[in-house]
Structures are given as C-alpha cells and as structure tokens.
C-alpha cells in the first residue's frame, strides 16, 4: 500500500521568497517519487523525480526536492519564487523498481500564489 | 517533435453511453498512462501500457478499458457512463522504462456527463 500527503492546499509566498512544497509519503516497497506542476487549464508537466541513487534532485524551473528515508518526506524547494511558479504542484509515488511508471498514488495538491 | 495529441479535448455525453477517448504518443514513445482529475477524487491512474500490453491498472471498475495499437496510440473507452465520471482525463507518454524516462503529458479530454 502506498500514500502521499501533502501538508497545505494552499501556499503563498512572496515573489523572490524560497517556496517550500510539502510531501510524505508511504509506501511498502522502494518508492519512486515524483513532483508535477500543473498550470490552469493545462496538463500535468513532471517537474522531477526520485528513483534511485542521489536524495537530492534537481528539476525544471529550478526546483528540487530531496528524499529523505527516515522522515519518509521528499518536499520541494526552489530558493526564489517568480510570478510564473503560479500553479498547483502535486507530489505522487509508485511502488517501482523494475521500471515503468507503476501504479502510480498523487496526493490532493498544492495551490501556489506568489504575491507580488 | 510533436507533443503528445488527445481527441477530442471536450465531450458532452449522457448517462449510460459510452466513449472513447484517444491519445496519440510522442514519436518513438512506447509508454502510454492514462490519469482521471476531478475535483473530489484528484488525480487518479488508470493504467499503463507499453508495446500493446497493459503493463499496470489503477483501481476503476471494468467499465474503464483500455488498449494500444502497434503504433502506440491508445484508446480508454468507459462504457454505461455515470455522472462522477465527469473528468479530465489525462495521457502521457514515455520512451520505455519510466523509471529512466521522462514523461509528457497531453493536455487532456474534458468529459462532461449529463
């Protein structure tokens, strides 16, 4: 069995202010995690993911996020908001480990305003 | 390169028809997801396939379906329609191995049941 949460539905900080996304997860298996963007009436972007080997990862748009095992937790940062990171953000995890996007559990999203 | 291509990106239909919904692959892309979004569920998968094989299925009944043709391109059809299926379905699509690949996403079929 698997889960995310992800802690607020909506987040505002300041442009040029570090935005900090939050997400733990469950899973009974090495997880995969992944974070997606996703722009108003637009589709899903993947911003990035965790699979194996090095906790911290880097993405698009100069986000990042690293996993962390023992808190079970794998947040997303970027160190300077812009007025376009406006969007819901929505973590997920797969139980994969022999590749393929598994069956896949998203948590409910973060809305993110950035405040001129 | 041509992204990711669903049809039709609205529909209206009534309960208990049924629909098909398409979704063309990047070129070259084996890797087919489907996703639902609504509002009180969130996002959801569906299922995947890949070389015409449903490699994984989410948690939906039977009247979801799904399959791939030899050129990639996928199909999801949900029969005897029920208002909660009101959606936005998402397709994305990927080289191969998705745990090496990056996926892209199309921008969706908006499905209204009246």
């Known amino acids: 069995a698997q889960s995310v949460t992800q802690l607020g539905s909506h987040v505002s900080v300041s442009e040029g202010a570090l935005v900090l996304l939050r997400c733990n997860y469950s899973?009974?298996?090495?997880?995969?995690l992944f974070w997606y963007v996703q722009y108003p009436n637009q589709g899903l972007q993947l911003l990035l993911k965790y699979t194996t080997g090095a906790t911290l990862v880097k993405g698009i748009n100069g986000f990042e996020a690293e996993f962390k095992k023992s808190e079970t937790s794998f947040h997303l940062t970027k160190p300077s908001a812009h007025m376009s990171d406006a969007a819901e953000y929505f973590c997920?995890?797969?139980?994969?480990?022999?590749?393929?996007?598994?069956?896949?559990?998203f948590g409910t999203g973060t809305k993110l305003q950035v405040i001129p | 390169k041509a992204g990711v291509t669903q049809t039709p990106r609205y529909l209206i239909k009534t309960r208990g028809q049924q629909v098909t919904l398409s979704c063309s692959p990047i070129?070259?892309?084996?890797?087919v997801s489907w996703y639902q979004q609504t509002p009180g569920q969130g996002l959801q998968f569906l299922f995947e396939?890949?070389?015409?094989?449903?490699?994984n299925k989410g948690n939906f009944p039977g009247r979801f379906s799904g399959r791939q043709f030899s050129n990639s391109r996928s199909e999801m059809n949900v029969s005897t329609l029920e208002l909660g299926d009101s959606a936005l379905y998402l397709c994305a699509s990927s080289l191969s191995d998705g745990s090496q690949e990056t996926q892209y996403f199309g921008p969706g079929t908006r499905l209204l049941v009246l």
């Open positions: 070129s070259g892309h084996r890797s």
């Open positions: 899973s009974s298996v090495p997880p995969y």
């Open positions: 997920a995890v797969s139980g994969g480990h022999s590749g393929g996007y598994q069956k896949v559990t």
């Open positions: 396939y890949f070389s015409e094989t449903q490699r």
